[in-house]
């Protein structure tokens, strides 16, 4: 499972995921260069953030189809039995995300959580925690989050062709 939170120009993730109960530490934020999905070096600025949420494998697929600019709708990874992900998209002025379709979701909230840790990330914002400080609480009272913490801070980016259109 996962914590995923943004707040202003911060996105922040845990680290872990569970392989048959056992906890291993595993990237969770990237970043896009040049049609490829890149692991972000937390605490560096990027315009563009992908977070991965819920099935690890599904989640890199997703992440993947949105990098690549060669892609289109009906290329979009389903999900296979009862596997589940959801990738959130993060801009200087925008957060997203994408479930079950190729549609995004776009938020417009102050600050926003995604994952199992949800209600304790929100909660910690709600009471002025940032991001950061949001995922690390999180991981204290959600066993299913840990492993440390990886952030980014969001940038503007004048060519915004690297979103896919709706």
Do not use: Q
């Amino acid at each position: 499972m996962t914590i995923v939170a943004v707040r202003g120009n911060v996105i922040a993730a845990d680290r872990m995921a569970t392989v048959s109960g056992t906890a291993l530490t595993v990237p969770k934020l990237f970043t896009v260069r040049d049609g490829s999905l890149v692991h972000i070096v937390s605490g560096e600025k990027y315009p563009i953030v992908i977070a991965i949420s819920g099935d690890y494998g599904l989640g890199l697929m997703r992440a993947r189809w949105f990098a690549d600019p060669d892609t289109d709708h009906t290329d979009y990874p389903k999900a296979i039995d009862n596997h589940w992900a959801r990738i959130v998209v993060a801009t200087y002025d925008n957060v997203s995300a994408y479930e079950d379709y190729p549609a995004a979701i776009n938020y417009l909230d102050e600050y926003v959580a995604f994952g199992s840790g949800m209600d304790y990330a929100m909660g910690a914002m709600r009471n002025g925690a940032d991001a950061i400080e949001a995922v690390s609480v999180t991981c204290v009272f959600d066993t299913s989050c840990g492993n440390g913490v990886e952030f980014a801070r969001l940038v503007p980016f004048p060519d915004s062709t690297i979103l896919k259109a709706e």
